[in-house]
């Protein structure tokens, strides 16, 4: 439809000024987050593609999804949105008026319908189309999106087909504790606490979580520490 076809009171608006990129080294863009060495890769590939290749992570929560997700908020020109959240953080005028690069979506599931239509737009067309108050503005971007989910069951069926596919298993123990304690002592949490960490949050929480990890690590100065925390928690779980 020409601008001359619009209806009465409808307006078009396009907006597609070039943006100057940053070089970014994508192989070290994951180098904190322990194993995975092919889902790296993928990731690389994918940022490398002269063309958007969307990529899906699927699996249970504390897996590690969502460590995947921080990093890419690392790239320029990247938007993070939880999928429950993306109406009220207003991503659609995002994407309008920052027009990112990439786009990150943790727990895409929860998106409503609608904004999941917009993005099946986006990732099939690359094309970007609202009507408010009788306006139309329409642009086009060259987006990559990444997301995450807990299950696919919610999502519209041609939106998870725009993806590439990953499902996550939850972590054994021996996985669990490297991670945890790779990430502690990133933070500054001597070796033998993180440790000890990971070993109080899997055994006396039950839990499988890495942040739960992180929360006691940033509490925690001694092993002492760990065990009275990790008490107190279970005390009060």
Not at 46 to 73: N, Q, R, W, Y
Not at 109 to 133: C, N, R, V, Y
């Amino acid at each position: 439809m020409t601008k001359d076809e619009l209806p009465v009171g409808v307006h078009e608006e396009r907006v597609n000024e070039p943006v100057v990129e940053k070089m970014v080294d994508y192989e070290k863009l994951f180098e904190s987050i322990v194993g995975y060495a092919d889902v790296k890769k993928l990731f690389e590939m994918s940022l490398s593609s002269d063309k958007p290749v969307h990529i899906l992570l699927v699996g249970p929560p504390a897996s590690a999804k969502t460590l995947f997700m921080l990093e890419c908020m690392k790239l320029e020109r990247s938007y993070f949105t939880l999928g429950s959240h993306s109406t009220k953080s207003g991503m659609i005028d995002y994407l309008f008026e920052k027009r990112p690069r990439h786009l990150l979506v943790d727990e895409i599931e929860h998106m409503p319908m609608k904004d999941q239509t917009a993005l099946l737009s986006l990732m099939e067309t690359g094309i970007i189309s609202e009507t408010k108050f009788q306006k139309t503005r329409n642009t086009q971007l060259k987006t990559w999106v990444f997301a995450t989910s807990n299950g696919t069951d919610r999502m519209l069926t041609p939106l998870l087909s725009r993806f590439v596919v990953l499902h996550f298993k939850q972590y054994s123990f021996g996985s669990f504790q490297q991670v945890c304690t790779h990430i502690l002592v990133h933070e500054g949490v001597p070796s033998d606490v993180a440790v000890a960490i990971a070993d109080a949050v899997w055994t006396k929480l039950k839990s499988k979580d890495i942040r739960d990890c992180i929360k006691i690590g940033r509490l925690a100065k001694t092993r002492q520490d760990v065990e009275w925390i990790a008490q107190t928690l279970k005390t009060y779980k």
